[in-house]
């Protein structure tokens, strides 16, 4: 229980971090894209060490997978709950801009923030795993020197895992943007604690480009390139084509709905009708 312990308060620790950020970015409106910092950073730090449960934790803390599956929900749910619209997920950030709730420059900024989140969750990590403060963390602080990839499938293989779950995940999150947060938080958190489970023999369905970029771009066995083509193309055609099948269109692309028929909302006086064909 040591190490377990030690984790949660790892977990407090981060979760305390990102709140503070937030809570002092209310008085700066204008700097508001670092929210997007803070939620990326939240969210990379807790998978990070969640990552370290699944791993090591079975046979270094007799931590087994329903223990792992459960702190990976109240992680999300509450990363959801703290962090609220700012997702910390690249996905969505352009998924704003094709829906034209965003400007291109503002969209950059988010982009910037998250991945600069991204990359200090990964320091912050490291850091946190040198202290070895279990058997667990010491056993992890050997492996981060050649850490296992999250991609165990082809290539192939890879893109089309990250695409599905990408497409089931921002469907629904399309459904859902309206609902209230007591109904929206904990749904999103247990779809992608389902997908993650059912995908972890496949790529773990990050479903968001930084999240992947700082649990497993910096593993060996594949290049940077193939990383990016299953994590970030994968997950932006995903959403893309969720958007599109939600909408029948991509707003900044175009403005015609290529896959529904809108009805006129206002109909023709069946009188008018005939005088027209007297006429």
């Given at each position: 229980m040591s190490g377990l312990n030690a984790s949660l308060g790892y977990f407090l620790a981060v979760v305390i971090f990102a709140a503070a950020i937030r809570t002092a970015l209310r008085k700066w409106p204008k700097i508001?894209?670092?929210?997007e910092f803070s939620s990326t950073f939240m969210l990379v730090a807790c998978r990070l060490e969640v990552q370290t449960i699944v791993?090591?934790?079975m046979w270094a803390g007799g931590l087994g997978p329903d223990v792992t599956v459960t702190i990976l929900f109240?992680?999300?749910?509450?990363?959801?709950i703290i962090c609220g619209s700012a997702s910390g997920n690249p996905s969505l950030a352009v998924q704003k801009f094709l829906?034209?709730?965003?400007?291109?420059?503002?969209?950059?900024?988010?982009?910037?923030?998250?991945?600069?989140?991204?990359?200090?969750?990964l320091l912050a990590a490291e850091y946190y795993w040198n202290l070895e403060l279990t058997d667990m963390?010491?056993?992890?602080?050997?492996?981060?020197?050649?850490?296992?990839?999250?991609l165990l499938v082809s290539l192939l293989?890879?893109?089309?895992?990250?695409?599905?779950?990408?497409?089931?995940?921002?469907?629904?999150?399309?459904?859902l943007r309206h609902r209230s947060a007591l109904i929206r938080v904990p749904l999103i958190a247990a779809l992608l604690t389902f997908l993650s489970h059912i995908a972890s023999n496949y790529t773990s369905a990050y479903i968001n480009p930084a999240?992947?970029?700082?649990?497993?771009?910096?593993?060996?066995?594949?290049?940077?390139?193939?990383?990016?083509?299953v994590y970030w193309l994968g997950s932006?055609?995903?959403?893309?084509?969720?958007?599109?099948?939600?909408?029948?269109?991509?707003?900044?692309?175009?403005?015609?709905n290529l896959l529904y028929f809108q009805k006129t909302r206002f109909r023709v006086p069946k009188g008018d009708k005939a005088e027209k064909k007297k006429m």
């Open positions: 508001s894209f670092l929210v791993e090591v934790g109240v992680v999300l749910l509450t990363h959801g829906q034209l709730d965003a400007s291109a420059l503002h969209t950059l900024l988010d982009l910037a923030a998250q991945f600069a989140g991204a990359h200090l969750a963390h010491m056993i992890k602080n050997l492996m981060s020197r050649e850490c296992s990839t999250s293989q890879g893109f089309f895992t990250e695409c599905i779950c990408a497409l089931i995940f921002h469907l629904i999150h399309l459904n999240l992947a970029y700082g649990l497993t771009f910096y593993c060996s066995g594949f290049t940077l390139i193939e990383y990016a083509v932006l055609t995903g959403m893309t084509l969720a958007l599109l099948l939600y909408m029948g269109h991509i707003p900044r692309i175009f403005a015609k």
